[in-house]
């Protein structure tokens, strides 16, 4: 799966692929790889949550790549890691919850 964008790719016809604390990720388009190389860490974070070996088809993949680019939001607008982490959670929770409760 595409880290960045959430994407599927096939790891056998990769378009791009990047090896980061001994993984290897791959992307569906180098710009997704390009994004990743940057910041790794904003990526293989929402990844790790997987348990190694476990499904490549888990819903809170596709949620954390969605955390992901919220979070990556909130850092650019300067807030500190925590924060954008903790509020892209609990936007993403939000978001994905069919009552949402404040
Ligand atoms: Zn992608």
Redesign the pocket.
């Known amino acids: 799966m595409?880290p960045?964008?959430g994407?599927r790719v096939d790891p056998e016809h990769p378009v791009a692929a990047s090896t980061y604390r001994a993984r290897t990720y791959y992307?569906?388009?180098a710009a997704?790889k390009a994004e990743f190389d940057a910041h790794p860490d904003q990526f293989v974070h929402s990844a790790d949550v997987v348990p190694a070996g476990g499904t490549t088809e888990e819903p809170g993949d596709r949620y954390g790549a969605q955390r992901a680019s919220i979070e990556a939001t909130y850092l650019e607008h300067g807030a500190p890691p925590e924060e954008a982490h903790r509020n892209a959670e609990a936007i993403v929770e939000k978001l994905h919850r069919p009552r949402g409760r404040a």
């Open positions: 595409d960045v964008c994407l992307f569906h388009s997704c």
